[in-house]
């Protein structure tokens, strides 16, 4: 496979911020797009300009490469959409239904097939890549463990849950949320995502087996 040529000599940015933006936006979607039909490995910068209906010029404006493209990617997926999920009472003194629509929501979004492409994407290019795989990580996984963490630590403090390490105990609950219905379409043994009916399903054992685990034993 012949080598990309290098990035150009940057040129200086003359749109205002809302052109700006909008253009950032054009290069991000068409990106997306070209990640998704040919993988992280076989996009390369000129099949993502020609998607975007850009100069190869302006799109290293904006990215200085493919890397920083995906990790743009990956963070507006967290701000859009990980980060909503999370936008539930922390205060809410109802543990098994907050954890039973946390549960539902995290599985319903990361078993999407475009997420799991992410998701495959990564692990491929991670071991040459590390930081790639670090920031995806620290931005999808980790962020939603501690945040879950932050709620198990109030529910702690309330005398409702008894638990020595809530990171521990959130990771726990994550991967038994998503892990059975995840981890057969990421090795494409099953490609078809779940019903609602199974996620609800899913997550309602997540929640039996966590709460016999740390609820307070009256």
Known sequence: MLAESPAPAKEPATDPPAADNAKCRQIVDG??????????????????????????????VYFE???????AIVDEE????????????????????TLLELSAAITAFICQ?????AMRAVMGITE??????????????????KQLAKYLDLRVAAGQLEIDDTELAAAQFLEMSH?????????MANNTPPTKARIREVAQSAVRVFMAAYGVKK
């Not at 070209?34 to 100069?55: P, Q, R, T, W």
């Open 31 to 60: 990106a997306r797009r070209v990640f998704l039909a040919h993988g992280f490995e076989g996009a390369s910068m000129n099949d993502i300009a020609k998607e975007a209906g850009v100069s190869k010029g302006t799109l290293y």
């Open 65 to 71: 490469n493919k890397e920083r493209l995906f990790a």
């Open 78 to 97: 967290r701000s859009s959409h990980v980060e909503r999920i999370f936008e539930f009472d922390y205060n809410s003194p109802d543990v098994e239904g």
């Open 113 to 117: 097939p475009r997420i799991i492409s």
């Open 128 to 145: 040459r890549m590390p930081d790639i795989g670090a920031h995806f990580y620290n931005a999808g996984p980790g962020h939603s463990r």
């Open 179 to 187: 892990g059975p219905l995840l981890k057969p379409m990421f090795f």
